[in-house]
Every structure is written in structure tokens, then in C-alpha cells.
């Protein structure tokens, strides 16, 4: 359990990686909305896969804490195989990935360096039993990140990587009764956006039967839970 309010990070250095990655997608809409934060300590790094996000963010983004890399050159399967190559970028302390094209409010990046982890059992419950739909920021320490063996995102997953990685290593922590992966691991929930259920098996299955166990009341399901993840940890 981690109750200490210092672990609440009100002035952290916090990098916003965008993957920009399908043409068209509004990519200004989601940089206005992060810069709308007023965050002192933050930058912004656009995973430019389109190599035209230069062009679309010149005329209207004049901001020294965007930065754009072109990585086009690359060829990624999915968002994970994306994700663990641009790590090597990452200079701030903290770390979080957005989608070109979603938006946040504008009090959610504060919302989310003053939202740590209280219980490692209540939250692998609150991710497991939430809705499919409902969009999640999650945020990392990098040097947690780093030296978590084999805690990087699963590149074979083509969707859900994001909520696939949460569980995993807060499964792995509490299966070793230990902080060590997840100690300074921060979340909030964004919005539910009902007509998108494009998600990983594994996540799915993982869902259900965290839903359904909540609902039979059942915690060693969770416990099973871990083990399976463990597996892949």
C-alpha cells in the first residue's frame, strides 16, 4: 500500500509522448490541449510516423517544449512495437503516451501527477472491473521503467497495451509482495468513448473475469489473475 501524500508529484518533469501515426488525425487539437495545462515542467515529444506533423504543427504550435521526431523511417506492426523504440527518448523523470488526435482537460496532467497508487490490490481491481470504453493516462517513472526486466509494452498485442502493461506489472508486484515496478506508477480515468472496443483478447479476458469475480465476490479470481499475468511479466 503507498498513502505517503509525498508520493504525489505536483512539480515532476513530465514528457507527453504523442504517437502520430494515422494521416488526418488532429494532432493540433491534442497539443492545444496539453499546453492548455499550464504545466511548468513539461514536454512534449511527437512520435511523427507520417512525417508531416512539421508542416501541420508550424503555423500554429510556436511552443519550445514541443518537440517532433520524425521517426517515419521506421516501420512499426503496432502502438507497442512504436512505444518501446521512442523510450530511448525520454529525458524528464516521468513519462506518459497519448494518441494524436485525443484531447485531455485542462487540469488532468495536475489530476495525474496527484494520482499515485494508494492500494495495489484496490487499483488492479479498478482496472480490471472498469469499462472497456473508458480511456486511462497512465504515468511511469523511467528509471522504474528501465530496469523492469521484461515489464516493457507487449508487442504482440495490436490494441489495449496500455491498460495489458498496467495489469501486468501490478499483478507482478503483488505476486512478489513488492513495489518495486509499480512504487511510482500514477493513473486517471479520461472519458468513455462507448463505440471503441478495439482491445487485445487478453485484455478482454482479463476484464470479464475481473467483472464477473467483482460480482461473485470472488478475490481469489484475482489472485489467479496474477498468476496468469505473471507469466508474461
Excluded: W
Excluded at 38 to 57: G, Q, T, W
Excluded at 118 to 147: A, G, P, Q, R, V
Amino acid at each position: 500500500m503507498n498513502t505517503d501524500a509525498t508520493n504525489k508529484k505536483d512539480n515532476v518533469q513530465l514528457c507527453v509522448m504523442v504517437c502520430y501515426y494515422i494521416e488526418n488525425q488532429m494532432l493540433e487539437d491534442t497539443i492545444f490541449s496539453l499546453l492548455s495545462n499550464n504545466y511548468m515542467d513539461l514536454h512534449i515529444i511527437v512520435l511523427d510516423a507520417i512525417s508531416n506533423a512539421k508542416c501541420i504543427l508550424r503555423a500554429s504550435i510556436d511552443n519550445d517544449n514541443v518537440e517532433i521526431i520524425d521517426i517515419s523511417e521506421k516501420k512499426f506492426a503496432n502502438l507497442a512495437q512504436l512505444k518501446n523504440y521512442s523510450l530511448k527518448y525520454i529525458n524528464s523523470e516521468y513519462f506518459t503516451f497519448i494518441d494524436a488526435g485525443q484531447t485531455i482537460g485542462v487540469n488532468d496532467i495536475r489530476r495525474l501527477c496527484n494520482s499515485p497508487l494508494e492500494d495495489l490490490n484496490m487499483s488492479l481491481i479498478s482496472i480490471l472491473t472498469e469499462k472497456i470504453s473508458c480511456h486511462k493516462l497512465f504515468m511511469y517513472c523511467i528509471n522504474d521503467f528501465k530496469k523492469s526486466k521484461g515489464s516493457l509494452y507487449n508487442c504482440a498485442l495490436y490494441s489495449g497495451e496500455e491498460r495489458e502493461l498496467a495489469i501486468r506489472l501490478l499483478a507482478n508486484d503483488i505476486k512478489n509482495n513488492t513495489s518495486e515496478l509499480t512504487a511510482n506508477m500514477h493513473y486517471i480515468t479520461l472519458y468513455d468513448s462507448s463505440e471503441e472496443f478495439s482491445l487485445s483478447i487478453l485484455v478482454s479476458f482479463a476484464y470479464i473475469i475481473g467483472k464477473y469475480s467483482s460480482l461473485l465476490n470472488s478475490y481469489n479470481l484475482y489472485t489467479d489473475i496474477c498468476d496468469f499475468y505473471c507469466k508474461f511479466a
